[in-house]
């Protein structure tokens, strides 16, 4: 591989001062390490394990979605199986996603097995918060770090229009069930949506500093046929200014692992958090991949580029092949994406629920 530094033909927003160094293939996983070739080290793995959903959110779904057939997505031993090659290269977090996790059968059987998987050490779940009354305790004792919870309202009549068929009693009791299994730094995630939403950004914030949850503000992002994303767009220093009406807001150097930026408030322990894929691009720190249900590994979310490791599953008893494919998707790991070009016209023709939230 030549030594120049590698540039795209268009840099994507917020990467004019990225510097990458580009890594020979020699250099690369040695020690256990993932690396893709600008040197960014791979140690974050988000995982979903089915694209059902019993909420069809406007911004994630379609409202007549069609599922993967049950027979094209990873069975549960086969997920395991790939996380424990990743782990093997160097991976410590895992994130577990869907659509919502928990209505995939037998989910805690695998959930357990990772919890006890040598190398992850810090095992994370995303959910809509409507199974969780159910499953908080038994996530928590299966050695379960943190969840984050959707909550895009406080509103119950909004509440059911922006999942379309949704309960925010439901949630509610989710919220309230971690925090009795013993879970702390419970983070909601929040998406931005103008004439949605933007009226509750400080009813949220207030509600998370009450309960002493974390609470993360995201940018509407361009996945799937979704229109009208250019109008209903809102960027984090516009709802941060919002907010700085009603709060003191301090920035903080805190980091969970993931791509959010967080502040404080004074007095209180929640952290305030906001998840800027346009506005402020954090492609120059990823440490991230994807992998989809059906076995699809993203090495990036605004990209259409991907590498199968259910066909490599199926045709490799071993795990030299497994590992060597999940090697090779370093080589497509892009620069960066770009979404503020793709915002009424998405690249990205998939749905969230099928990348994984």
């Keep these: 591989?030549?030594?120049?530094t590698l540039r795209p033909e268009s840099t994507p927003a917020g990467f004019a001062d990225f510097k990458p160094t580009i890594v020979s293939t020699t250099q690369q996983?040695?020690?256990?390490?993932?690396v893709d070739k600008y040197g960014r080290r791979i140690t974050y793995v988000r995982l979903?394990?089915?694209?059902?959903?019993d909420f069809r959110c406007t911004y994630c779904m379609a409202?007549?979605?069609?599922?993967?057939?049950?027979?094209?997505?990873?069975s549960l031993e086969e997920c395991l199986r790939v996380v424990t090659v990743f782990a093997g290269l160097g991976v410590t977090k895992l994130r577990i996603t869907g659509g919502e996790p928990l209505v995939r059968k037998n989910a805690m059987w695998l959930i357990e097995r990772l919890g006890a998987l040598p190398g992850i050490d810090n095992l994370v779940l995303t959910s809509n918060g409507s199974q969780l009354d159910r499953f908080a305790r038994p996530l928590h004792a299966a050695g379960v770090k943190r969840i984050n919870i959707s909550l895009d309202t406080l509103q119950?009549?909004?509440?059911k229009k922006i999942t379309r068929i949704g309960d925010l009693r439901k949630v509610m009791r989710g919220i309230?069930?971690?925090r009795a299994a013993g879970f702390t730094r419970t983070k909601l995630n929040t998406v931005m949506m103008r004439g949605t939403n933007d009226d509750e950004f400080s009813d949220l914030v207030q509600f998370a500093v009450d309960n002493e949850l974390d609470i993360s503000f995201i940018e509407e992002m361009p996945l799937g046929d979704i229109h009208g994303r250019n109008t209903s767009y809102i960027s984090s220093e516009e709802t941060r200014d919002v907010l700085a009406k009603r709060f003191e807001l301090l920035p903080s150097t805190e980091n969970s692992g993931g791509p959010a930026r967080y502040w404080r408030i004074p007095?209180?322990?929640?952290?305030?958090g906001f998840i800027s894929p346009h506005s402020h691009n954090f492609c120059d720190t990823c440490n991230r991949?994807?992998?989809?249900?059906?076995?699809?590994?993203y090495p990036c979310l605004g990209q259409n580029d991907a590498i199968n490791l259910l066909q490599v599953l199926h045709a490799h008893s071993s795990d030299d092949a497994l590992r060597q494919a999940i090697m090779d998707s370093m080589g497509i790991k892009p620069y960066g994406h770009d979404f503020t070009k793709q915002m009424d016209e998405p690249q990205v023709v998939r749905f969230m629920s099928m990348t994984g939230g």
């Design 63 to 74: 409202e007549e979605m069609t599922f993967v057939p049950h027979h094209e997505v990873m």
């Design 176 to 178: 309230e069930a971690t």
């Design 289 to 297: 991949v994807r992998i989809t249900a059906k076995g699809e590994l």
């Design 48 to 53: 979903s394990i089915t694209d059902r959903c």
């Design 156 to 159: 119950a009549e909004r509440f």
């Design 1 to 4: 591989m030549h030594n120049e």
């Design 29 to 34: 996983h040695a020690d256990g390490t993932l």
């Design 267 to 272: 007095g209180s322990e929640s952290r305030i």
